[in-house]
T-cell receptor
Framework: EAGVTQFPSHSVIEKGQTVTLRCDPI?????LYWYRRVMGKEIKFLLH????????ESGMPNNRFLAERTGGTYSTLKVQPAELEDSGVYFC?????????????FGPGTRLTVT | SQQGEEDPQALSIQEGENATMNCSYK?????LQWYRQNSGRGLVHLIL?????REKHSGRLRVTLDTSKKSSSLLITASRAADTASYFC????????????FGTGTQLKVEL
């Protein structure tokens, strides 16, 4: 069974440009999460989808970030326009159990560098 | 904040020795999970311990949870060079809706 995959693995863009990150969760996992780690700080939660619905987006830093999960399968996270402080590693995770705590399985992350 | 803290921040040991990492958190939790991150790679799930459990084992890993002290420890026995990585605890706090709050991490280096 394939794990969580993310694309691209690394993206380098200039300030003001747009970047779209993609996450494919483990097949059959209804829950999908986005996290990020910026500049050596803690890994922080961004948002949580249950199928195609946003369950919790309390961690989204501002309206330059837009996440979608069309059809409840893969998800995209768009940053527009990107700022220098957006640089970091963006992780996606998925889990199978809704409403009961379960293991979250993480993808390899996308390293975003904004110059 | 429900942010967890881990200590030590860095740990260097010889192969074959045991490594112990500690994690503290601030609020009531549903479960606590430990993850490993090898340099430049993703997070690998190691073990989950629920709030009503006190100890759990998986291979060379032993995790304890003390909810009265809001702390957990991860013990890696008979360490190997391949165990060199960063280790993070993550809590799923009560009422938090399944989102994980990560600790600051412990960088473990196992030398030959």
């Amino acid at each position: 069974e394939a794990g969580v995959t993310q694309f691209p693995s690394h993206s380098v863009i200039e300030k003001g440009q747009t970047v779209t990150l993609r996450c494919d969760p483990i097949s059959g996992h209804d829950n999908l999460y986005w996290y990020r780690r910026v500049m050596g700080k803690e890994i922080k939660f961004l948002l949580h989808f249950v199928k195609e619905s946003k369950q919790d987006e309390s961690g989204m830093p501002n309206n330059r970030f837009l996440a979608e999960r069309t059809g409840g399968t893969y998800s995209t996270l768009k940053v527009q326009p990107a700022e220098l402080e957006d640089s970091g590693v963006y992780f996606c995770a998925s889990s199978q159990v809704t409403g009961y705590p379960g293991e979250q399985y993480f993808g390899p992350g996308t390293r975003l560098t904004v110059t | 904040s429900q942010q967890g803290e881990e200590d030590p921040q860095a740990l260097s040991i010889q192969e074959g020795e045991n490594a112990t990492m500690n994690c503290s958190y601030k609020t009531s939790i549903n479960n606590l999970q430990w993850y490993r991150q090898n340099s430049g790679r993703g997070l690998v799930h190691l073990i989950l311990i629920r709030s009503n459990e006190r100890e759990k084992h998986s291979g060379r890993l032993r995790v304890t949870l003390d909810t009265s002290k809001k702390s957990s420890s991860l013990l890696i026995t008979a360490s190997r060079a391949a165990d060199t990585a960063s280790y993070f605890c993550a809590t799923d706090f009560t009422g938090g809706g399944n989102k994980l709050t990560f600790g600051t991490g412990t960088q473990l280096k196992v030398e030959l």
